[in-house]
């Protein structure tokens, strides 16, 4: 299968920091990246989508100011949570889609956990 | 609206054999995915479905008819590691991906 690398796969960051969290698809070009947000025992919840050399597009209640999306080139996209809060500390999935003719396959990172204090 | 049902739990016996099952209301269909998902980790692509049938990889087989708006994950020999959340998702007409809740398979010895 494709493989799908994040970094940093945990993070403690004082509250009103910003925090950069980059995602790699690493055997593959991915026009279409993905983050994710999920609370323990709670369900995936998209964030946002990234298109290559485009502005994100992002979920409806996701602040965008906040959670600044790049992505810079078809191997690579980076989430910047802004001034974060103790709010904001939760698992944060980055997923990319690899398109092989009619078929549309979607692989995630391992996650970046992250705290705030 | 959109909707993809699967249940909530299963509880099922080492070495024995369980279907999971999940039923889709979508606009537009581009293919159903199967992903696994231990607490506290991200999840991993299982399997994913465009044309009806059964598609076998291994001790885990997907299953699916775009009729009936239906698809199950089979999986065989279960072994105690298969412990884990199963997400259903459907990517729709705008290849937005359209989740189910998950369902929580617990294995018991």
């Known amino acids: 299968g494709a493989v799908v690398s994040q970094h940093p796969s945990w993070v403690i960051c004082k509250s009103g920091t910003s925090v950069k969290i980059e995602c790699r698809s690493l055997?593959?070009?991915?026009?279409?990246m993905f983050w994710y947000r999920q609370f323990p025992k709670q369900s995936l919840m998209l964030m946002a989508t990234s298109n290559e050399g485009s502005k994100a597009t992002y979920e409806q209640g996701v602040e965008k100011d906040k959670f600044l999306i790049n992505h810079a080139s078809l191997t690579l996209s980076t989430l910047t949570v802004t001034s974060a809060h103790p709010e904001d500390s939760s698992f944060y999935i980055c997923?990319?889609?690899?398109?092989?003719?009619?078929?549309?396959?979607?692989?995630f990172g391992p996650g970046t956990r992250l705290t705030v204090t | 609206g959109q909707n993809i049902d699967q249940p909530t739990e299963m509880t099922a016996t080492e070495g024995a054999i369980v279907q999971i099952n999940c039923t889709y209301q979508?606009?537009?269909?581009?293919?159903l995915f199967w992903y696994q998902q231990h607490a506290g980790e991200a999840p991993t692509f299982l399997s994913y479905?465009?044309l009806d049938g059964l598609e076998e990889k291994g001790r885990f087989s997907s299953f699916l008819s775009r009729s009936k708006g239906y698809s199950y994950l089979l999986l065989k020999e279960l072994q105690m590691k298969d412990s884990a959340s199963y997400l259903c998702a459907v990517l729709d007409s705008n290849y937005q991906l359209i989740w189910g809740a998950g369902t929580k398979l617990i294995i018991k010895p």
């Open positions: 479905n465009v």
């Open positions: 979508t606009s537009g269909f581009n293919g």
């Open positions: 997923s990319a889609r690899r398109i092989s003719g009619d078929s549309y396959e979607q692989y």
């Open positions: 055997d593959f070009q991915a026009t279409t």
